[in-house]
């Protein structure tokens, strides 16, 4: 018997119950709105998905300082969120953000620019 994939829901509508991981997480991708370029890549618990859903400006968990983080907060180079994309399993996030700044804290637009080349980080043009 062949399988087949997943179909979407033919209802237009469904509710938004996200799933976060085993350490209360969602993934979330961050893309450009106007671009599709992708920015960079976070996590988002329950606090940070209603903070930034309540502000328009991306929050975050931020796993290293173990609180909630809103992009730009220190730096000023925030992510205004112009629509979240939720995937098929809401466990992801794609939130399409209008930047202020460069994206990285290392000052580079995108969190990615660099590419593997072998056993060596490159810079690519982004």
Same mark, same amino acid.
């Given at each position: 018997?062949?399988?087949?994939?997943?179909?979407?829901?033919?209802?237009?509508?469904?509710?938004?119950?996200?799933?976060?991981?085993?350490?209360?997480?969602?993934?979330?991708?961050?893309?450009?709105?106007?671009?599709?370029?992708?920015?960079?890549?976070? +996590?988002?618990?329950?606090?940070?998905?209603?903070?930034?859903?309540?502000?328009?400006?991306?929050?975050? +968990?931020?796993?290293?300082?173990?609180?909630?983080?809103?992009?730009?907060?220190?730096?000023?180079?925030?992510?205004?969120?112009?629509?979240?994309?939720?995937?098929?399993?809401?466990?992801?996030?794609?939130?399409?953000?209008?930047?202020?700044?460069?994206?990285? +804290?290392?000052?580079?637009?995108?969190?990615?620019?660099?590419?593997?080349?072998?056993?060596?980080?490159?810079?690519?043009?982004?």
């Amino acid at each position: 018997m062949q399988q087949t994939p997943d179909k979407p829901s033919e209802a237009p509508e469904a509710p938004f119950t996200p799933k976060f991981d085993a350490t209360g997480l969602l993934t979330a991708i961050v893309v450009d709105g106007d671009s599709g370029a992708i920015l960079m890549l976070a +996590h988002m618990d329950k606090e940070a998905l209603s903070k930034t859903r309540e502000t328009g400006l991306a929050h975050f +968990h931020s796993r290293s300082r173990g609180r909630l983080w809103m992009k730009g907060e220190s730096s000023g180079n925030t992510l205004r969120v112009e629509r979240i994309l939720v995937d098929c399993d809401q466990d992801a996030l794609v939130l399409e953000c209008r930047p202020t700044g460069p994206a990285c +804290h290392t000052g580079a637009i995108s969190c990615f620019y660099r590419e593997l080349d072998g056993d060596v980080l490159r810079s690519v043009n982004t």
